[in-house]
């Protein structure tokens, strides 16, 4: 028993030796409890926020600042604390997470400078405020974040690292604050974290499991006990974090699901954002899935010949509703082959057929008997100074040409027929030209029309007449949408389809051709 008790203490040492880097891990668990907690409504918590707060805008040279904190299922970020506006029509109020680009990309990265939020009708980070520009740093870890904090500037203007590094450290403080707000009492100084008066952080179990063992030493167990078998009893009271993984790159994931969240990161993180290509040409992407890893990617750039570039890609023969494995890697292998053909000069219908031909080097299966591939693909190139638009494109998609005036097919339409044999030449490939006028908007949509002709009032409507009126809707919706000068044509469209059922991947991209004035 004597030796129980020794060894029992000596372990108890060394988990308070570990006493500064378990609060770390307190600190940010402490303020993702504390999102569910009312907070707002302490004074002096208020107090705490509106000195920090007032310490960033003026160690980053802005002028405002608000706090907005995830709720428990991460799906919306509600505006907990602002400074430097109103906070009648703000506190209170929430946002989605999903489409907020600016937080999710803060989410991934630690820290975002924005240092021009009005230079174009495309709001790229999607800014909960109407500034000019700001900061938006994450409150947490990336790999846990509790939230974001955005620090707004009324005029445009660059952020240095001096400013950056400002910001995380006003973020640090603020989840500090935020953990220690709940018994409104500073921090205690055990390793015993509380968020209530009745709610402990987890390492409460370590004190209960070591009170436990050392009753041992008054129980007369003798040395009966194996010393192997104390030792992984410590080991577990020792680990209070059991939910918080720590992924390297010798350790595999413990399931599929964290491959999955870890493709569908990849997958957000190389998606390129909507921007400005070139003078009076705006283009923008959007993939929503019903999958947590999309089956589709997007891309553009511009050429060092000073022609835009445009590139989609989908699943090809069908729509898995659970999903396709083998269409994701073909879909990532397209992607690959074509940023890596694009660099030295060809046509469109040439990257398409030097990515089949990397395809069928890869996998025989990516392209069948019949000449089908297991995807469908468009290429394009768009002169700037002409409006001229050369297309290529393999497999099934939806594509309208739109104005303010009407709407205008663009027929890269549907091109099934085998070939047998030939689908590495240009019988497979469609190609197209056309002009995009000033004012106008070239709509790329997946197949049938994301599937929003699956979803028609009139069941037995044939499938045809179903395409037809959704294509109605949407060249309606966008024509509507450019009537009322709005130069984010996926803004109208994603309204549009907000109260649809999402029964396939919805995939689309914008090239918007402004009016010159």
Wanted: charged content about 20%; proline content about 4%.
């Amino acid at each position: 028993a004597r030796r129980l008790a020794d060894a029992a203490r000596a372990l108890a040492e060394q988990l308070q030796q570990q006493q500064a880097e378990l609060r770390l891990h307190q600190l940010e668990l402490a303020a993702r409890a504390a999102v569910i907690l009312d907070i707002g409504k302490a004074t002096d918590g208020n107090e705490k926020m509106d000195r920090l707060m007032a310490d960033a805008t003026l160690a980053t040279g802005t002028e405002a600042a608000a706090i907005y904190l995830l709720d428990e299922d991460t799906e919306r970020l509600a505006t907990r604390f602002v400074f430097g506006m109103s906070p009648l029509k703000r506190l209170g109020t929430s946002r989605p997470l999903r489409g907020a680009r600016g937080d999710l990309e803060t989410m991934i990265q630690g820290v975002v400078a924005m240092e021009e939020l009005r230079s174009g009708p495309i709001d790229q980070y999607c800014s909960p405020e109407p500034y000019a520009s700001a900061i938006c740093v994450c409150l947490g870890s990336t790999d846990l974040p509790i939230g974001t904090m955005w620090l707004f500037s009324d005029k445009a203007q660059s952020y240095g690292n001096h400013a950056t590094a400002a910001a995380r450290l006003a973020a640090a403080n603020v989840c500090y604050t935020l953990a220690t707000l709940g018994d409104r009492e500073p921090l205690p100084a055990s390793p015993t974290l509380r968020v209530s008066a009745d709610q402990s952080i987890a390492t409460d179990l370590v004190d209960v499991e070591l009170e436990r063992l050392l009753e041992l030493e008054f129980n007369d167990v003798g040395d009966d006990i194996d010393d192997e078998i104390l030792a992984d009893h410590f080991v577990e009271a020792m680990d209070p974090f059991p939910l918080r993984t720590v992924q390297t790159i010798t350790k595999a994931p413990a399931s599929i699901s964290d491959w999955t969240n870890q493709i569908s990161d990849w997958q957000h993180d190389t998606l390129p954002i909507g921007s400005r290509l070139a003078p009076h040409w705006l283009v923008d992407g959007m993939v929503e899935s019903p999958l947590a890893v999309a089956q589709s990617w997007h891309h553009w750039d511009v050429l060092p010949d000073g022609v835009i570039a445009l590139a989609m890609c989908q699943f090809g023969t069908a729509w898995h509703a659970t999903g396709n494995l083998t269409n994701l890697l073909d879909a990532t292998i397209a992607r690959a082959a074509l940023q890596s053909h694009v660099c030295y000069r060809h046509r469109p219908q040439d990257i398409v057929t030097r990515v089949l031909h990397t395809m069928m080097q890869i996998r025989d299966g990516a392209i069948d008997d019949t000449g089908r591939p297991n995807l469908s693909m468009f290429y394009a190139h768009i002169e700037p100074d002409t409006g001229r638009a050369v297309m290529s494109s393999i497999g099934s998609w939806s594509s309208l040409i739109v104005s303010k005036y009407g709407y205008r097919p663009l027929n890269t339409g549907r091109n099934d027929a085998g070939t047998g044999g030939e689908f590495l030449g240009e019988q497979s490939v469609m190609n197209q030209e056309t002009t995009l006028l000033d004012g106008e908007v070239l709509l790329l949509a997946g197949a049938d029309w994301m599937g929003i002709g699956d979803g028609a009032s009139v069941t037995d409507m044939p499938h045809q007449h179903q395409l037809q009126s959704a294509q109605h809707r949407i060249g309606a919706s966008l024509k509507q949408a450019m009537v009322e000068d709005e130069r984010s044509p996926l803004s109208a469209l994603r309204r549009l389809m907000a109260s649809t059922p999402m029964t396939r991947e919805r995939s689309a991209i914008s090239l918007l051709h402004e009016s010159v004035r």
